[in-house]
């Protein structure tokens, strides 16, 4: 893709994000969602655009997940007021990862890698949980199958640093998504279980949607 036209899409979803936390620090629930959602559907679509070129099975799969994301993010924005409703956004992001999984593990064989980085991201998880006191309500057990999902595709992802020889574009765009993802989830907790403060929902989204577009970056960076 020509430089030019990744510049563009860099901008306008860069754009959309700021008007975005601009909405959500004004507390406008309504247009906040739209606008949420929009973002979300610009990365998965233009992860669906570069799967549908590229024509394998793999990153349909891959593209498939992104497109998990998308009612995840809408649900999600329910977080505080629907439980029922953020739950299905848990259910939706676990799709999502499952998805990431299945075509990470097709394409890449399990190494000792990810499973060492798994340790060190659980163990960062925990430390957060623990020392921050999260008040985690009835979610809990979702959230733990969840967790473990959101974990390892963030740790194949980074893995893939160590065992692609030469670290080519798409890889370090995917392993810089599922880094964002594991941390954006970070402050998630923090301002859900923690400390309700916008910042900490602002940091959590402008990674989070960063992290979703670097991972749809993963495919445009191989057409």
């Known amino acids: ?24 620090k ?11 959602v929009i973002v979300s559907a610009y990365a998965s679509g233009l ?11 793999v990153f349909y799969i891959f593209a498939l997940g992104m497109i998990f994301a998308v009612p995840a993010d809408f649900f999600l924005q329910y977080i505080k007021i629907d439980l029922p409703k953020y739950r299905a956004g848990i259910l939706f992001f676990g799709l999502m990862h499952i998805c990431l999984l299945v ?12 499973l060492f980085i798994f340790a060190v991201f659980i163990g960062i998880l925990l430390a957060f949980q ?4 999260w008040k985690i309500g009835k979610e809990k057990a979702q959230l733990t199958v969840y967790t473990v999902l959101v974990v390892l595709m963030a740790a ?6 160590f065992t ?13 998504g ?21 910042v900490f929902l602002a940091l959590n989204r402008v990674i989070y949607f960063a992290g979703q577009l670097f991972l749809a970056f993963y495919l445009v960076m191989l057409l």
């Open 1 to 24: 893709m020509p430089n030019i036209a990744i510049a563009i899409i860099v901008i306008t979803y860069a754009a959309l994000l700021a008007y975005y936390c601009i909405l959500e």
């Open 26 to 36: 004004q507390n406008n629930f309504n247009r906040a969602t739209l606008l949420k």
């Open 47 to 57: 992860c669906v655009y570069a799967a549908v070129c590229l024509n394998n099975i």
């Open 103 to 114: 075509s990470f593990f097709w394409l890449y064989p399990v190494t000792i890698y990810e």
């Open 130 to 133: 623990i020392f921050g006191k």
């Open 156 to 161: 194949k992802a980074v893995s893939l640093l």
């Open 164 to 176: 692609i020889p030469s670290t080519p574009t798409f890889i370090a765009m995917v392993a810089l």
């Open 178 to 198: 599922g880094l964002f993802f594991f941390i954006s989830d970070l402050f998630l907790g923090i301002w859900a279980y923690q400390k309700e403060k916008f």
